[in-house]
Protein backbone atom coordinates (compact mmCIF):
# COMPACT_ATOMS: atom_id res chain seq x y z
CA UNK A 1 0.00 0.00 0.00
CA UNK A 2 0.89 3.71 -0.94
CA UNK A 3 2.72 5.52 2.27
CA UNK A 4 0.78 8.27 2.68
CA UNK A 5 2.47 11.60 4.32
CA UNK A 6 0.72 15.34 5.13
CA UNK A 7 1.99 18.86 5.21
CA UNK A 8 1.36 21.83 7.83
CA UNK A 9 3.30 24.80 7.10
CA UNK A 10 2.90 27.78 9.44
CA UNK A 11 4.50 31.14 8.84
CA UNK A 12 6.20 32.98 6.26
CA UNK A 13 6.32 32.50 2.26
CA UNK A 14 9.54 31.01 2.72
CA UNK A 15 8.35 28.29 4.43
CA UNK A 16 5.70 27.61 1.95
CA UNK A 17 9.01 27.27 -0.49
CA UNK A 18 10.64 24.85 1.66
CA UNK A 19 7.55 22.86 1.99
CA UNK A 20 7.07 22.55 -1.22
CA UNK A 21 10.83 21.22 -1.94
CA UNK A 22 10.57 18.83 0.59
CA UNK A 23 6.93 17.80 -0.54
CA UNK A 24 8.70 16.76 -3.15
CA UNK A 25 11.27 14.75 -1.76
CA UNK A 26 8.52 13.00 -0.38
CA UNK A 27 6.72 12.29 -3.84
CA UNK A 28 9.88 11.12 -5.29
CA UNK A 29 10.41 8.44 -2.22
CA UNK A 30 6.57 6.65 -3.10
CA UNK A 31 4.49 8.91 -0.82
CA UNK A 32 0.98 10.18 -1.89
CA UNK A 33 0.62 13.73 -0.38
CA UNK A 34 -2.67 13.93 1.53
CA UNK A 35 -4.50 16.62 3.20
CA UNK A 36 -3.52 17.61 7.55
CA UNK A 37 -6.16 15.79 9.16
CA UNK A 38 -5.88 12.51 7.17
CA UNK A 39 -4.44 9.87 8.96
CA UNK A 40 -0.88 9.65 6.93
CA UNK A 41 2.39 7.08 7.57
CA UNK A 42 4.38 10.68 8.60
CA UNK A 43 2.96 14.07 9.63
CA UNK A 44 5.95 16.78 8.66
CA UNK A 45 5.12 20.19 10.58
CA UNK A 46 7.32 23.08 9.08
CA UNK A 47 7.15 25.67 12.12
CA UNK A 48 7.50 28.97 12.74
CA UNK A 49 8.98 30.90 15.89
CA UNK A 50 8.56 34.55 15.02
CA UNK A 51 5.96 35.08 17.95
CA UNK A 52 4.59 33.45 21.26
CA UNK A 53 1.58 33.19 19.32
CA UNK A 54 3.33 30.74 16.69
CA UNK A 55 5.15 29.24 18.97
CA UNK A 56 1.67 27.98 20.80
CA UNK A 57 0.28 27.01 17.88
CA UNK A 58 3.22 24.85 16.53
CA UNK A 59 2.38 23.19 19.93
CA UNK A 60 -1.18 22.34 19.27
CA UNK A 61 -0.60 21.35 15.71
CA UNK A 62 1.69 18.99 17.10
CA UNK A 63 -0.72 17.93 19.54
CA UNK A 64 -3.58 17.31 16.67
CA UNK A 65 -0.92 15.53 14.29
CA UNK A 66 -0.78 12.93 16.88
CA UNK A 67 -4.46 12.73 17.41
CA UNK A 68 -5.37 12.61 13.41
CA UNK A 69 -2.49 9.60 12.44
CA UNK A 70 -1.69 7.81 16.00
CA UNK A 71 0.27 5.52 14.51
CA UNK A 72 1.81 7.43 12.06
CA UNK A 73 5.45 9.31 12.66
CA UNK A 74 5.00 13.02 13.44
CA UNK A 75 8.06 15.66 12.38
CA UNK A 76 8.77 18.08 13.83
CA UNK A 77 10.92 20.64 11.73
CA UNK A 78 12.12 24.76 11.08
CA UNK A 79 12.24 27.58 13.18
CA UNK A 80 10.97 26.18 16.41
CA UNK A 81 12.53 23.14 16.34
CA UNK A 82 15.45 24.83 16.03
CA UNK A 83 14.92 27.18 19.00
CA UNK A 84 12.94 25.01 21.40
CA UNK A 85 13.92 21.59 20.79
CA UNK A 86 13.79 20.85 24.53
CA UNK A 87 10.13 22.06 24.75
CA UNK A 88 8.82 20.00 21.83
CA UNK A 89 10.84 16.41 23.26
CA UNK A 90 8.00 16.87 26.19
CA UNK A 91 4.96 16.85 23.38
CA UNK A 92 4.11 13.12 23.25
CA UNK A 93 3.65 11.84 20.22
CA UNK A 94 6.52 13.75 18.45
CA UNK A 95 8.80 11.44 16.37
CA UNK A 96 11.58 13.32 14.84
CA UNK A 97 12.54 16.52 15.86
CA UNK A 98 14.44 18.83 12.78
CA UNK A 99 16.29 22.27 12.73
CA UNK A 100 16.35 24.57 10.04
CA UNK A 101 19.12 23.19 7.56
CA UNK A 102 18.42 19.74 8.67
CA UNK A 103 14.80 19.38 7.82
CA UNK A 104 16.01 19.48 3.61
CA UNK A 105 17.69 15.86 5.08
CA UNK A 106 14.56 14.26 6.44
CA UNK A 107 14.93 10.65 4.39
CA UNK A 108 18.34 10.37 6.39
CA UNK A 109 16.61 10.42 9.70
CA UNK A 110 13.16 8.69 9.10
CA UNK A 111 14.15 5.97 10.48
CA UNK A 112 11.80 2.75 11.66
CA UNK A 113 13.07 3.45 15.42
CA UNK A 114 10.55 4.27 17.92
CA UNK A 115 13.19 6.51 19.80
CA UNK A 116 12.89 10.23 19.23
CA UNK A 117 15.58 11.60 17.21
CA UNK A 118 16.47 15.89 17.66
CA UNK A 119 19.04 16.86 14.69
CA UNK A 120 19.87 20.58 15.31
CA UNK A 121 22.24 21.98 12.63
CA UNK A 122 23.79 25.38 12.75
CA UNK A 123 25.49 25.06 9.50
CA UNK A 124 24.96 28.35 7.00
CA UNK A 125 24.73 25.97 3.99
CA UNK A 126 22.34 27.13 1.54
CA UNK A 127 18.95 24.89 0.67
CA UNK A 128 17.55 26.15 -2.72
CA UNK A 129 13.36 25.63 -2.34
CA UNK A 130 10.78 26.05 -4.38
CA UNK A 131 7.17 25.17 -4.58
CA UNK A 132 6.50 21.89 -6.80
CA UNK A 133 4.12 20.14 -8.19
CA UNK A 134 3.53 18.30 -4.79
CA UNK A 135 1.89 21.34 -3.83
CA UNK A 136 -1.23 22.57 -4.31
CA UNK A 137 -0.24 26.47 -4.86
CA UNK A 138 -1.10 28.01 -7.86
CA UNK A 139 1.52 31.08 -7.98
CA UNK A 140 4.86 29.63 -6.70
CA UNK A 141 7.32 30.79 -4.22
CA UNK A 142 10.77 30.67 -4.82
CA UNK A 143 13.80 31.12 -2.40
CA UNK A 144 16.07 33.51 -3.22
CA UNK A 145 17.86 34.28 0.16
CA UNK A 146 18.11 32.97 3.70
CA UNK A 147 19.11 33.64 6.88
CA UNK A 148 19.40 37.71 8.20
CA UNK A 149 22.73 39.68 9.14
CA UNK A 150 20.33 42.48 10.77
CA UNK A 151 20.40 41.62 14.34
CA UNK A 152 16.87 44.23 15.16
CA UNK A 153 16.24 43.85 18.98
CA UNK A 154 12.96 42.05 18.95
CA UNK A 155 14.03 39.53 16.24
CA UNK A 156 14.69 35.55 16.93
CA UNK A 157 15.25 34.70 13.00
CA UNK A 158 18.85 35.47 12.61
CA UNK A 159 18.96 33.08 15.61
CA UNK A 160 16.61 30.39 14.18
CA UNK A 161 18.19 30.69 10.49
CA UNK A 162 21.65 32.42 10.95
CA UNK A 163 23.73 33.99 8.39
CA UNK A 164 22.50 35.74 4.94
CA UNK A 165 23.13 33.11 2.24
CA UNK A 166 21.81 33.15 -1.52
CA UNK A 167 21.10 31.47 -4.28
CA UNK A 168 22.80 32.02 -7.58
CA UNK A 169 21.58 33.96 -10.32
CA UNK A 170 22.20 30.74 -13.22
CA UNK A 171 20.67 28.31 -10.66
CA UNK A 172 17.35 30.68 -9.93
CA UNK A 173 17.43 31.36 -13.61
CA UNK A 174 17.18 27.19 -14.10
CA UNK A 175 14.57 27.34 -10.74
CA UNK A 176 12.10 29.57 -12.63
CA UNK A 177 12.36 27.74 -15.78
CA UNK A 178 11.28 24.58 -14.18
CA UNK A 179 8.46 26.14 -12.84
CA UNK A 180 7.08 27.58 -15.60
CA UNK A 181 7.56 24.33 -17.05
CA UNK A 182 4.92 23.19 -14.20
CA UNK A 183 2.68 25.29 -15.57
CA UNK A 184 3.47 27.92 -12.86
CA UNK A 185 2.37 31.98 -14.18
CA UNK A 186 3.37 33.75 -11.14
CA UNK A 187 6.55 33.33 -9.36
CA UNK A 188 7.27 35.33 -5.86
CA UNK A 189 11.18 35.32 -5.31
CA UNK A 190 11.42 34.79 -1.72
CA UNK A 191 13.36 35.08 1.51
CA UNK A 192 14.29 36.12 5.05
CA UNK A 193 15.85 39.56 3.65
CA UNK A 194 16.14 39.42 -0.10
CA UNK A 195 17.34 42.95 -0.14
CA UNK A 196 20.58 41.93 1.02
CA UNK A 197 20.91 39.86 -2.00
CA UNK A 198 23.72 41.58 -3.48
CA UNK A 199 25.69 42.27 -0.26
CA UNK A 200 25.61 38.50 0.56
CA UNK A 201 26.23 37.05 -3.06
CA UNK A 202 28.12 39.84 -4.50
CA UNK A 203 25.42 39.60 -7.79
CA UNK A 204 22.77 42.42 -8.28
CA UNK A 205 19.10 41.41 -7.21
CA UNK A 206 18.14 43.60 -10.05
CA UNK A 207 20.14 41.64 -12.69
CA UNK A 208 18.73 38.40 -10.86
CA UNK A 209 15.06 39.92 -11.53
CA UNK A 210 16.06 40.67 -15.17
CA UNK A 211 17.28 37.40 -15.96
CA UNK A 212 14.46 36.03 -14.36
CA UNK A 213 11.45 37.92 -16.29
CA UNK A 214 12.99 36.98 -19.74
CA UNK A 215 12.23 33.51 -19.01
CA UNK A 216 9.36 32.47 -21.73
CA UNK A 217 5.74 31.99 -20.21
CA UNK A 218 6.42 33.61 -17.17
CA UNK A 219 3.40 35.82 -17.04
CA UNK A 220 3.38 37.54 -13.44
CA UNK A 221 6.52 38.15 -10.99
CA UNK A 222 6.07 39.42 -6.88
CA UNK A 223 8.90 39.89 -4.82
CA UNK A 224 8.25 39.12 -1.03
CA UNK A 225 8.81 41.02 2.03
CA UNK A 226 11.51 43.92 1.25
CA UNK A 227 13.18 45.80 3.60
CA UNK A 228 13.04 49.81 3.20
CA UNK A 229 16.83 50.32 3.30
CA UNK A 230 17.10 47.97 0.30
CA UNK A 231 14.97 49.23 -2.26
CA UNK A 232 16.51 51.31 -5.43
CA UNK A 233 16.03 52.72 -8.46
CA UNK A 234 17.80 50.18 -10.14
CA UNK A 235 15.53 47.79 -9.02
CA UNK A 236 12.72 49.77 -9.74
CA UNK A 237 13.47 50.48 -12.92
CA UNK A 238 14.12 46.73 -13.68
CA UNK A 239 11.00 45.85 -12.26
CA UNK A 240 9.06 48.38 -14.25
CA UNK A 241 10.15 48.01 -17.18
CA UNK A 242 9.76 43.98 -16.97
CA UNK A 243 5.77 44.33 -17.57
CA UNK A 244 5.44 41.39 -15.49
CA UNK A 245 6.05 42.91 -11.63
CA UNK A 246 2.67 43.51 -9.84
CA UNK A 247 2.51 46.43 -8.56
CA UNK A 248 2.48 45.55 -4.95
CA UNK A 249 5.16 46.01 -2.47
CA UNK A 250 5.39 44.72 0.91
CA UNK A 251 8.21 46.75 2.86
CA UNK A 252 8.23 46.10 6.61
CA UNK A 253 8.04 48.74 8.72
CA UNK A 254 7.50 47.74 12.36
CA UNK A 255 7.09 51.23 14.13
CA UNK A 256 6.10 54.93 12.49
CA UNK A 257 8.09 56.75 15.98
CA UNK A 258 11.68 57.58 14.82
CA UNK A 259 12.71 57.24 18.90
CA UNK A 260 10.79 53.18 18.79
CA UNK A 261 12.74 52.59 15.56
CA UNK A 262 16.16 53.39 17.31
CA UNK A 263 15.62 51.15 20.05
CA UNK A 264 14.56 48.11 17.86
CA UNK A 265 17.70 48.86 15.53
CA UNK A 266 15.94 49.22 12.38
CA UNK A 267 18.57 50.79 9.54
CA UNK A 268 16.14 54.02 8.47
CA UNK A 269 13.96 56.54 10.32
CA UNK A 270 10.20 57.68 9.34
CA UNK A 271 11.23 60.52 6.99
CA UNK A 272 13.53 57.75 4.96
CA UNK A 273 10.71 55.13 4.70
CA UNK A 274 8.29 57.96 3.66
CA UNK A 275 10.60 58.56 0.81
CA UNK A 276 11.02 55.24 -0.25
CA UNK A 277 6.97 55.03 -0.45
CA UNK A 278 7.20 58.04 -2.73
CA UNK A 279 10.10 56.81 -4.46
CA UNK A 280 8.25 53.75 -5.86
CA UNK A 281 5.08 55.53 -6.40
CA UNK A 282 7.13 57.67 -9.22
CA UNK A 283 7.73 53.74 -11.04
CA UNK A 284 4.07 52.29 -9.90
CA UNK A 285 1.64 55.13 -9.80
CA UNK A 286 -0.64 52.77 -8.60
CA UNK A 287 0.87 50.71 -6.44
CA UNK A 288 -0.72 49.06 -3.06
CA UNK A 289 1.30 48.80 -0.31
CA UNK A 290 1.46 45.81 2.81
CA UNK A 291 3.32 46.39 5.90
CA UNK A 292 4.34 44.61 9.55
CA UNK A 293 3.90 46.85 11.93
CA UNK A 294 4.76 45.81 15.70
CA UNK A 295 2.35 47.27 18.57
CA UNK A 296 3.04 47.47 22.01
CA UNK A 297 7.05 47.28 21.49
CA UNK A 298 8.62 47.59 25.62
CA UNK A 299 8.79 51.36 26.23
CA UNK A 300 6.11 52.21 24.01
CA UNK A 301 4.16 54.90 24.96
CA UNK A 302 0.58 55.62 24.45
CA UNK A 303 1.61 59.12 22.32
CA UNK A 304 4.29 56.66 20.34
CA UNK A 305 1.39 54.41 19.66
CA UNK A 306 -0.37 57.08 18.00
CA UNK A 307 2.72 58.58 16.32
CA UNK A 308 2.70 55.02 14.57
CA UNK A 309 -1.07 55.37 13.96
CA UNK A 310 -0.78 58.67 12.49
CA UNK A 311 2.00 57.73 10.14
CA UNK A 312 0.67 54.69 8.82
CA UNK A 313 -3.25 56.92 8.54
CA UNK A 314 -1.60 58.96 6.08
CA UNK A 315 0.83 56.20 4.01
CA UNK A 316 -1.16 54.36 1.14
CA UNK A 317 -0.54 51.21 3.16
CA UNK A 318 -3.53 49.02 2.65
CA UNK A 319 -2.22 45.70 4.04
CA UNK A 320 -1.84 45.34 7.22
CA UNK A 321 0.22 43.04 8.90
CA UNK A 322 -0.02 43.95 12.36
CA UNK A 323 1.68 41.60 15.66
CA UNK A 324 1.87 42.21 19.56
CA UNK A 325 5.26 42.70 20.52
CA UNK A 326 6.61 38.90 21.59
CA UNK A 327 9.59 38.88 23.95
CA UNK A 328 12.01 36.40 22.16
CA UNK A 329 14.70 34.46 24.46
CA UNK A 330 18.32 35.54 23.70
CA UNK A 331 17.41 38.86 21.57
CA UNK A 332 18.10 42.73 23.39
CA UNK A 333 14.59 43.72 23.85
CA UNK A 334 13.64 41.07 25.57
CA UNK A 335 15.75 42.03 28.33
CA UNK A 336 14.70 45.67 28.26
CA UNK A 337 12.40 47.51 30.74
CA UNK A 338 8.61 48.70 30.25
CA UNK A 339 7.31 45.70 29.13
CA UNK A 340 3.47 46.35 28.07
CA UNK A 341 0.91 44.74 29.65
CA UNK A 342 -0.96 42.17 27.20
CA UNK A 343 -4.37 43.96 27.31
CA UNK A 344 -2.72 47.00 26.31
CA UNK A 345 -1.36 45.61 23.52
CA UNK A 346 -4.23 43.62 22.62
CA UNK A 347 -6.13 47.12 22.43
CA UNK A 348 -3.41 48.55 20.23
CA UNK A 349 -3.29 45.66 17.98
CA UNK A 350 -7.24 45.85 17.38
CA UNK A 351 -6.88 49.46 16.50
CA UNK A 352 -4.31 49.01 13.65
CA UNK A 353 -6.03 46.20 11.75
CA UNK A 354 -9.42 47.61 12.19
CA UNK A 355 -7.53 50.90 10.40
CA UNK A 356 -6.18 48.87 7.75
CA UNK A 357 -9.35 46.53 7.31
CA UNK A 358 -10.54 50.27 6.36
CA UNK A 359 -8.16 50.81 4.49
CA UNK A 360 -8.42 48.02 2.09
CA UNK A 361 -11.75 48.16 1.63
CA UNK A 362 -11.27 51.77 0.65
CA UNK A 363 -8.88 50.44 -1.76
CA UNK A 364 -10.71 47.89 -3.26
CA UNK A 365 -13.65 50.55 -3.76
CA UNK A 366 -11.23 52.73 -5.81
CA UNK A 367 -10.75 50.16 -8.15
CA UNK A 368 -14.57 49.73 -8.74
CA UNK A 369 -15.18 50.89 -12.34
CA UNK A 370 -12.08 49.72 -13.45
CA UNK A 371 -10.68 46.68 -15.01
CA UNK A 372 -7.24 44.25 -14.53
CA UNK A 373 -5.74 40.92 -15.21
CA UNK A 374 -6.88 38.46 -12.01
CA UNK A 375 -4.66 35.01 -11.82
CA UNK A 376 -7.48 32.55 -10.62
CA UNK A 377 -6.75 30.12 -8.51
CA UNK A 378 -9.52 28.09 -6.49
CA UNK A 379 -13.69 27.47 -6.70
CA UNK A 380 -15.21 28.37 -4.25
CA UNK A 381 -18.98 28.69 -3.72
CA UNK A 382 -20.26 28.78 -7.48
CA UNK A 383 -17.26 31.23 -7.73
CA UNK A 384 -13.54 31.38 -9.14
CA UNK A 385 -11.41 33.71 -6.43
CA UNK A 386 -7.99 34.82 -6.89
CA UNK A 387 -6.20 38.05 -6.70
CA UNK A 388 -5.28 41.76 -8.89
CA UNK A 389 -2.19 42.86 -9.36
CA UNK A 390 -2.35 44.71 -6.22
CA UNK A 391 -3.09 42.03 -3.91
CA UNK A 392 -6.38 42.40 -3.55
CA UNK A 393 -8.82 39.41 -3.73
CA UNK A 394 -11.87 39.10 -6.14
CA UNK A 395 -14.38 36.42 -6.98
CA UNK A 396 -16.26 35.58 -10.44
CA UNK A 397 -19.16 33.65 -11.06
CA UNK A 398 -18.71 31.10 -13.83
CA UNK A 399 -18.90 27.71 -14.41
CA UNK A 400 -15.34 28.15 -16.31
CA UNK A 401 -12.53 26.56 -14.62
CA UNK A 402 -10.36 29.06 -14.63
CA UNK A 403 -7.75 27.54 -11.82
CA UNK A 404 -4.37 28.91 -12.90
CA UNK A 405 -6.02 31.21 -15.61
CA UNK A 406 -5.21 35.24 -16.24
CA UNK A 407 -8.58 36.38 -16.91
CA UNK A 408 -8.98 40.35 -17.24
CA UNK A 409 -12.33 41.01 -15.95
CA UNK A 410 -14.40 44.49 -14.85
CA UNK A 411 -14.17 45.41 -10.89
CA UNK A 412 -17.72 45.60 -10.34
CA UNK A 413 -18.71 46.20 -6.71
CA UNK A 414 -17.36 45.37 -2.95
CA UNK A 415 -18.59 42.69 -0.64
CA UNK A 416 -16.60 42.14 2.53
CA UNK A 417 -13.21 42.43 1.39
CA UNK A 418 -13.31 41.35 -1.89
CA UNK A 419 -13.83 42.26 -5.28
CA UNK A 420 -16.77 40.74 -6.95
CA UNK A 421 -15.96 41.22 -10.77
CA UNK A 422 -17.45 40.04 -14.40
CA UNK A 423 -14.91 38.91 -17.26
CA UNK A 424 -13.96 41.33 -20.17
CA UNK A 425 -15.17 40.36 -23.23
CA UNK A 426 -12.16 39.62 -25.91
CA UNK A 427 -13.24 41.44 -28.92
Request: charged content about 30%; aromatic content about 10%; proline content about 2%.
Amino acid sequence: MQKKVAFHTLGCRLNLSETGSIADQFVQNGYKVVTFGEDADVTFLNTCTVTDGADSTCRNLIRKASKYSPEGKVVVAGCYAQMEADKIKQIQGVDLILGTNEKYKVFDYLKEEDQLEIKIDNTNEFWGAATTKADSHTRAFLKIQDGCNYICSFCIIPFARGRSRTISIEDAVTQTKKLVDDGYKEIILTGVNVGEYERTSGEKLSDLVKQIVEVDGLKRLRLSSVEPNTITRDLLEVLKASGKYQDHFHIPLQSGCDRVLKSMRRKYDTKFYKGIIDMVLEYFPNASFGADIIAGYPGETREEFLETYEFVKNLPITHFHVFPYSKRKNTTAAKMDGHIQADEKKKRVKALIALGEQKQVQFAKDLVGKSGNVLFEKSKDGYFEGYTSHYIKVKLQTDENLSNHVVEVSFDRVEGDKLVASRVLEK
